[in-house]
T-cell receptor
Framework: DVKVTQSSRYLVKRTGEKVFLECVQDMDHENMFWYRQDPGLGLRLIYF???????EKGDIPEGYSVSREKKERFSLILESASTNQTSMYLC?????????????FGAGTRLSVL | EDQVTQSPEALRLQEGESSSLNCSYTVSGLRGLFWYRQDPGKGPEFLFT???AGEEKEKERLKATLTKKESFLHITAPKPEDSATYLC?????????????FGKGTKLSVKP
């Protein structure tokens, strides 16, 4: 079974703090993704990566950055957390280009910024 | 603009009452349509992938179908444990490869 592990289920941070969300997958997938999920807005793509040290902006990259130093690990960074970044953050990974590009998700990190 | 719309937003069923969830899409060249199940406080769990009109997939009480404009998730004789939010997503032919466009989901509640 594919396993995508997010380091924290719940986080509480203060406005202005630098926040790191970590994601690790154990299936040697090339692609990794960070989404946020908000009521009424659905899942929105923040950043994604198709290879080590490679990153591309998704639909809502403002206020975020990412790092992928190793194939299995993809980090989301909030440089200076703000209250409007309170959300559920979901990491996903997929195998490309051979497979059907199914994205497998982690359990999510619920971040509250006070 | 690529778009995915799910209906209804919420659906309440009695145990055993069959129904269908709808996912309509407008994309430039469909590469795949995906159904996920999401339980409260958890990440989405993959259910099905459909690639071409006329394709059908089944798993237990769930059956997914695909036409050129929409997909249906049919739930036959649902049980309370089927209660969850069901998400539909499409992968379009243009733009960044591999990216999914998600609908906002249908929240299903099945009462005993």
């Amino acid at each position: 079974d594919v396993k995508v592990t997010q380091s924290s289920r719940y986080l509480v941070k203060r406005t202005g703090e630098k926040v790191f969300l970590e994601c690790v997958q154990d299936m040697d997938h090339e692609n990794m993704f960070w989404y946020r999920q908000d009521p009424g807005l659905g899942l929105r793509l923040i950043y994604f990566s198709y290879d080590v040290k490679m990153k591309e902006k998704g639909d809502i990259p403002e206020g975020y950055s990412v790092s992928r130093e190793k194939k299995e690990r993809f980090s989301l960074i909030l440089e200076s957390a703000s209250t409007n970044q309170t959300s559920m953050y979901l990491c996903a990974s997929s195998l490309y280009p051979l497979a059907k590009n199914i994205q497998y998700f982690g359990a999510g990190t619920r971040l509250s910024v006070l | 603009e690529d778009q995915v719309t799910q209906s209804p937003e919420a659906l309440r069923l009695q145990e055993g009452e069959s129904s269908s969830l709808n996912c309509s899409y407008t994309v430039s060249g469909l590469r795949g349509l995906f159904w996920y199940r999401q339980d409260p406080g958890k990440g989405p769990e993959f259910l099905f992938t459909l690639y071409s009109a006329g394709e059908e997939k089944e798993k237990e009480r769930l059956k997914a179908t695909l036409t050129k404009k929409e997909s249906f998730l049919h739930i036959t004789a649902p049980k309370p444990e089927d209660s969850a939010t069901y998400l539909c997503a499409v992968q379009a032919g243009g733009g960044s490869q591999g990216n999914l466009i998600f609908g906002k989901g249908t929240k299903l509640s099945v009462k005993p």
